[in-house]
């Protein structure tokens, strides 16, 4: 068998573990809780545990690593392998890769923001191979982006580039963010926004997937909720767009399954805050990768070295 990449995802609520072939196919995966109340070496021991599980079903060993690739939330410095800071309490200015290398002392081992990390992913296995340049944007409990320049991440000065999810797009009487500020796209268009706007209108068992069903069927109310979404992320694409003018903007995350749902919404927005045609015509796409998109990206830490 040839090599294989370890991909690493620690999300908010769960915690992925695969193999990765250089085709983008998990060979071999797992999934546990992830517990924010632990101490983050325990984490990163179940996580090695879980790795040479899965190592285990497909019978390799450590000769068949080619590396390791960690998706982290929160800020990260992948220069040194740091995670700088996690919404998790106790989780700062964490050695992710200097505990895992007390176990793989001569693999290489990357990690990056989880949001990078998936656009690296699309750009190397997914529909970002088609551009030079594009914005990843991912819509699920939170809102970011990662950006794409000349088929290389750009991390930004303090590895914070992207936040896309902080835009003011609502001035009149704005969402209060989790960052502290009002009005963010993540205040008004998040899986969580989707789910809060629907509790007000009095819709029981609100989460942004049954908001979305909802809609399917033609619920006035629900159809609304995700007209309101696509206008918020049109507009913040908008000013994505002027800035960066990037070949397409692609959606990820759990939102994004109800893509159709907000396409035309963001479409008609999008076009009309743009200030050039050029620009109207970049097309905004739905991943190729769906809910796998975070474990390959992962891997694609490692991949990315031998294009």
Known sequence: MSK????????????????????????????????????????????????????????????SLLGIGVNVPGLADPKNGILIHAPYAGWKNVPVKQYLQEEWRTIPIRIANDVNSCALGELIFGRGRDFQSFLWVTISTGIGGGIIIDRNILEGEHFIAGEIGHLVVEWDNGNLCGCGNRGCLEAHASGTAIAKMAEKENLLQATAKNVAELAYTGNETALHIYRKAGEYIGRAFSYAANVLNPGAIIIGGGVSLSFDLLEPHIRKTFQSAVIDDTNKNIPILRTALGYEAALIGAASLIYANER
């Open 4 to 63: 294989v990449v370890a991909g690493i995802d620690i999300g908010g609520t769960k915690t992925l573990i695969g193999l990765v072939d250089r085709e983008g196919h998990i060979l071999a995966s797992q999934q546990f809780p992830t517990n924010i109340h632990d101490d983050p070496t325990i984490h990163i021991g179940k996580c090695i545990e879980s790795v040479r599980s899965c190592m285990k079903k497909i019978s390799i060993d450590d000769q």
